[in-house]
């Protein structure tokens, strides 16, 4: 029999930013404001986070809490934590301070990094924070650290800039715990292993084959676009699921972006129509001057 390592490789999404390091160390990865980042210096920024964790003693199995909109942090945090075997729990911050505890209280939360906009939402509960042995002040738009601890770059230049390895022997480990939103009760947080993370980074759907249209009638910038690459890009977003069945979630289009969030039209139109006395309804995006 071969040995395990020649036919089976474990499945994380950590990997993916190995490989986009390794092939595009040069190519734009991060664009935030003015903030311009190759994969080479994302990369080194990750290793550098999850060495800084690793320093202060979160390791494989631990849980790391983030409050904070989408910004370069949480995007390094979620390849950093579970690069080392924690787990990453993100938690919104439109939520108040008692969801917001009871989410890190819950989920044994041993770190906590707040964007320092939201550490109001975190303060009132800091007491009833039982397992939290350190927070970090993400400093994005001040320099102000009002939780105990010091601030997001300081912590990061702690970390050394060295090589993780991935700390994940079986796919089926937990990578993130996500929150639902509690509409019957208390948030539940929903375990979600690293094979399932990678086979759901499908995205959007695109495809090719003799399937494929020939194009859009008497429009070929529409065609260009939906053919970009050399895929049909169907502007479908799905999930993929362990047994390979691809679930449709929304179309890309009509997704909502509000506070750096992806919000999905047709979860929205679902929780709506669960009214008894809604017959019928359709949510759709419009601009917003802000």
């Known amino acids: 029999m071969n040995e395990p390592s020649v036919n089976y490789d474990v499945l994380s999404p950590v990997k993916f930013l190995d490989r ?8 734009t990865a991060v664009v935030y404001g003015r903030t311009r980042r190759t994969y080479r210096e994302f990369q080194e920024r ?32 979620h390849y950093a934590v579970p690069m080392i075997g ?34 109001p939402t ?16 993400i400093c994005d738009t001040s320099a102000e650290a009002p939780l105990p601890g010091t601030d997001y770059e300081s912590f990061l230049a702690s970390g050394t800039a060295d090589p993780v390895e991935i700390a994940v022997t079986d796919e ?22 690293h094979r399932g993370a990678y086979l759901n980074a499908i995205g ?14 008497k429009d070929p910038e529409a065609t260009r676009t939906a053919f970009d690459g050399g895929w049909f890009r169907s502007g479908d977003l799905a999930v ?11 179309r890309k289009k009509d997704i909502i972006i509000s506070g750096g969030e992806n919000i999905s039209t047709v979860e929205i139109e679902n ?20």
Do not use: W
């Open 240 to 250: 993929m699921h362990p047994d390979g069945y691809a679930q449709i979630m929304d």
């Open 204 to 217: 959007e759907i695109v495809m090719r084959g003799n399937n494929v249209m020939l194009g859009y009638y």
């Open 46 to 77: 990750v290793h550098r986070l999850a060495n800084a964790l690793k320093q202060n003693g979160i390791g494989k199995g631990d849980k790391v809490a983030f409050i904070c909109p989408n910004t370069p942090p949480l995007l390094e945090a």
């Open 172 to 193: 089926r480990e937990v990578a993130a715990i996500n929150y639902t939103s509690g509409t019957t009760g208390r948030p539940k947080g929903v375990m979600y292993h």
């Open 20 to 27: 986009s390091a390794a092939v595009y160390p040069e190519k």
């Open 122 to 137: 975190v303060q009132p509960v800091i007491g009833t924070l039982n397992q939290v042995q350190f927070f970090v002040n």
């Open 86 to 119: 924690a787990a990453m729990v993100s938690i919104t911050f439109r939520l108040s301070a008692n969801e917001v505890g009871y989410i890190i209280e819950h989920s044994d939360a041993k770190a906590v990094f707040a964007d320092n906009e939201f550490a």
């Open 271 to 290: 929780v709506i129509f669960q009214h008894p006395d809604v017959l019928k309804v359709a949510v759709i995006p419009v601009p917003d001057p802000k």
